[in-house]
């Protein structure tokens, strides 16, 4: 099994995320042959059960989806229809016994699921707080259209695992969406804007919450199909940020080293996944320092020294750059 997996390498099927958004486009009047112009996807690769598709494709698809659907709702539509996958993939989290077990599925088969974001979790005052980020070189617009989906896709399976809705509160980084009220009809009242990190938040009570409908018997079926699955759990993208997330000391090149690579060939590696490693690194400080001086209430000192700056100024510079606010202003 690869360590990773790279933008153009091909192991996704189509069913899932490709399915249901030819299928959504369709119906809306799309005309197939516009949807997939400049994709590198053809109709016949939509017909084959063997064939593969890059998750660069699906990324260009997804584009050329949000430009031909039109609407401001149409990837809150997609996300929520990705909640009716029939995939055995998705199937193994909607048939698990618990929200709590749903939530481990979805971890283990996101990069069959959700390969375009990958998140970290932690309990806090009696909430449980879903972290995102991107797990692709995805720009600012694809990046807020890719949360949509996702968001839209987490809330309704929530839904159907549980038999009922879930009170959850949706914090996005980026700035109040033109069609803000579209985000509050999909995911419920509980949505901010211009927060310091994307997060999904819900009360820890709700990982207990049992699936009614649940069956031993299938769950255990889906299981075995899933066990044949052996794909990398990472990607390229996501892997960089883990390692500079463990070990925010690490310049380029240390890193480069990691990776067994050049500086320059993990540069152009980088730039062919349309990320920057100061961007990169940038986010990743940025997370861990919300985590420690939100979560574990570490002083400015202490989170200062740990993200390797030795002069708390320059830190606290870094952290206005990061989110619009002093660390003293932050509140999750």
């Keep these: 099994m690869k360590p990773y997996l790279n933008q153009d390498d091909k192991y996704l099927t189509a069913q899932g995320l490709i399915t249901t958004l030819v299928e959504l486009a369709l119906s809306r009047g799309v005309e197939l042959h516009k949807l997939l112009r400049g994709t590198g996807v053809f109709e016949q690769d ?19 989806f949000k430009v031909l659907m039109k609407s401001a709702d149409s990837g809150f539509l997609l996300g929520s229809q ?54 692709v070189g995805l720009d600012d617009e694809m990046s807020q259209y890719v949360m949509e989906i996702y968001s839209a896709a987490f809330y309704q399976t929530l839904k159907k695992v549980a038999g009922e809705r879930i009170h959850c509160q949706f914090d996005f980084a980026y700035k109040r969406a033109r069609h803000s009220q579209e985000y509050e ?27 009614p409908a649940f069956s031993s018997f299938r769950f255990s ?5 899933l066990a044949a699955y052996n794909y990398a759990n990472t990607t390229f993208v996501e892997a960089v940020g883990r390692l500079i997330y463990q070990n925010p000391a690490l310049n380029l090149d240390q ?61 606290r510079r870094a952290f206005k750059r990061w989110t619009g606010i002093t660390p003293s202003q932050l509140k999750i």
């Design 46 to 64: 939509l017909m084959s059960v063997q064939h593969q598709f890059s998750i660069s494709q699906q990324v260009r698809l997804l584009a050329q």
């Design 82 to 135: 990705l909640a009716n996958d029939t995939s055995v993939a998705a199937q193994g989290v909607l048939q698990s016994p618990s929200i709590g077990q749903a939530l481990k599925q979805l971890h283990t088969l996101r990069m069959q699921l959700a390969p375009l974001l990958f998140s970290y979790s932690y309990l806090h005052n009696e909430q449980y707080h879903i972290v995102l980020q991107n797990a």
């Design 185 to 211: 009809q999909h995911l419920g009242l509980k949505v901010a804007f211009e927060k310091p990190i994307t997060q999904w938040i819900f009360n820890k009570e709700v990982l207990r919450m049992e699936n």
């Design 221 to 225: 079926q889906i299981n075995s199909q």
């Design 255 to 315: 890193v480069a080293h990691v990776f067994a690579m050049s500086s320059a060939t993990f540069k152009r590696k980088l730039k062919a996944h349309n990320v920057r490693f100061s961007a990169l690194y940038d986010e990743q400080s940025k997370r861990k320092a919300i985590y420690l001086l939100a979560m574990r209430k570490q002083c400015n000192e202490q989170v200062a020294m740990r993200l390797s700056f030795y002069d708390i100024a320059n830190f």
